[in-house]
């Protein structure tokens, strides 16, 4: 049999196809809340692991780079030493006072040099000591949260296993009735849900009232949603709005306001005749007195 297209299905189709769908839904959103924040949690411990690996990582090239700066400063004590030892060894061979003094300032020179980068290199190692540090708290840090990590995925995928089933079907079964709603009709289902607190697209009336936000709906509107005519929307949240019998829905009806006002009637009238008697009694028995 051919699928019959969803522009041709008369609006009372369409609005308990659509309520199906709510349906199907809703029960999606109920076992999703099953999982809590735990999907939450273990994003964010994700997040947190991933943004520690990358401090590690920096840490580890800051370290390598002082590394190398030691190698040179290393390299530069060893060229001043060479140099300081070779002007030593011209001194011998001075032949005036001007040529001593300015083998014995490049030895000086030479000297701070060295003892400059001997300070560079203290300074580094300090430095290399301290994220050397950094890098082992951050690393406990990461094992910590690898842990948390691993237990939050591991009680996630329990709750995920014993529901998943249950959710692939009913996932096929959003799909089928998808596909039997009107493209613009379903975007605008989905567009209310999207922004209902509750999730709530499609709602029935309750006690004369919106089943969504629970605002009056007027005798005449609610006549409209009955008659199934057009597709009604509540005017004060926009949700959709269906009849409880349509929705397959037993709503308890209460009690019709002429009802109760009779019977209010009733309660003043056995009020009065009971105050009658009384007064008809006290009267008698006034009279028998007075005799």
Known sequence: MAKKDPSELSVEERLKTLYQLQT?????????????????????????????????EKIAADIADYQKAISQKKGEIAEAEASVERYKAQLNEV????EYDTLSKEIEFQ????????????????????????KANSEALIAERQGDLDVKKNELEEIMEETRVEE????????????KIEGRLLTSFKRIRKNAR?????????????????????PQRQLDIKMHKKIIVCEYCGRIMIDPELAGVKVEK??????????????????????TSSASSKK????????
């Open 198 to 218: 509750n999730g709530l697209g499609i709602v029935y009336v309750q006690r004369d009232a919106c089943g969504g936000c629970f605002n009056k709906i007027p």
């Open 254 to 275: 209460a009690a019709a306001p002429e009802e109760k006002k009779k019977g209010a009637k009733r309660a003043i009238r056995k009020s009065s005749g009971t105050s």
């Open 111 to 134: 000297t701070l040099e060295i003892e400059l980068c001997n300070k560079k290199i203290r300074e580094a190692n300090n430095k290399i000591a301290d994220k050397e540090q950094e």
């Open 284 to 291: 008698a028995a006034d009279a028998n007195d007075m005799a």
């Open 24 to 56: 199907a839904l809703s029960a999606i959103d109920e076992k999703r809340a099953l999982r809590g924040e735990l999907p939450l949690e273990v994003q964010d411990l994700e997040d947190e692991i991933e943004g520690l690996t990358t401090r590690v």
């Open 95 to 98: 032949k005036n006072n001007r």
């Open 168 to 179: 692939e079907k009913l996932k096929e079964q959003v799909k089928a009735l998808e596909a």
